[in-house]
Every structure is written in structure tokens, then in C-alpha cells.
Nanobody, 123 residues
């Protein structure tokens, strides 16, 4: 069982930056691939970024490549999402998720979810 708690969301102007954190409980954090998803009102939940267990392999959604960076600290049981050059279209609830499975793109692949944190980017 893994419990995930996100923090770091808020209101920021376009072009600004935020860093989200996701703290995980349990001693098996390093066994999971971690992902950040986002969901805007009326839209599907989409993968923003994911990072494999060791941190050596990352994946990004096309819309955030070059602007967002995912990282993890297995000693602190925490995964981060650094978001730069934010745009109004980045506005959404951001969720942290964990999976022990190989496929990492779809929400259905993830076994554990946080409660989400709101990110709002004003124009």
C-alpha cells in the first residue's frame, strides 16, 4: 500500500514557475514508477510526465516537453515536477500516481493516486 500526498500547487501568472512535490508513504517507494497526471474541467486525465524506479528514464507529454522536469529522491520518498514557462492551458488539477507495471502512459496503469493539487495559470 502506498499513500501519496501532493503539494506545491497554486496561482501563477503565465510565464511563471511552480514546483510540485509528492510525498509517498511506505518503504517501497523505489519499487514504483511515478507519474504526474493532470485533468482540466471537462477533459480526460492525461499523463504529464513519468519517471522509472531508479530515475534513469523519464517520459514527457508532448505539450510539456522542454518546460517541465520530473525528478525523484528515493531517499526522501518524494517525486517532483518542476514547471517552467507556464501557460494558461496548463491550468488543471495535478495528480501524483504510482505503478509497479511496465506500461506507464494511461491512468489505468497506475495503482495508487494522490488527492490532487490545483494549478492555475493566469494570462
Amino acid at each position: 500500500q502506498v499513500q501519496l500526498v501532493e503539494s506545491g500547487g497554486g496561482l501563477v501568472q503565465a510565464g511563471g514557475s511552480l514546483r510540485l512535490s509528492c510525498a509517498a508513504s511506505g518503504r517501497t517507494f523505489s519499487s514504483y514508477t511515478m507519474g504526474w497526471f493532470r485533468q482540466a474541467p471537462g477533459k480526460e486525465r492525461d499523463l504529464v510526465a513519468a519517471i522509472r524506479r531508479s530515475g534513469g528514464s523519464t517520459f514527457y507529454g508532448e505539450s510539456v516537453k522542454g518546460r517541465f522536469t520530473i525528478s525523484r529522491d528515493n531517499a526522501k520518498n518524494t517525486v517532483y515536477l518542476a514547471m517552467n514557462s507556464l501557460k494558461p492551458e496548463d491550468t488543471a488539477v495535478y495528480y501524483c500516481a504510482a505503478t509497479s507495471r511496465y506500461l506507464i502512459v494511461t491512468p489505468e496503469s497506475y495503482e495508487y493516486w494522490g488527492q490532487g493539487t490545483q494549478v492555475t495559470v493566469s494570462s
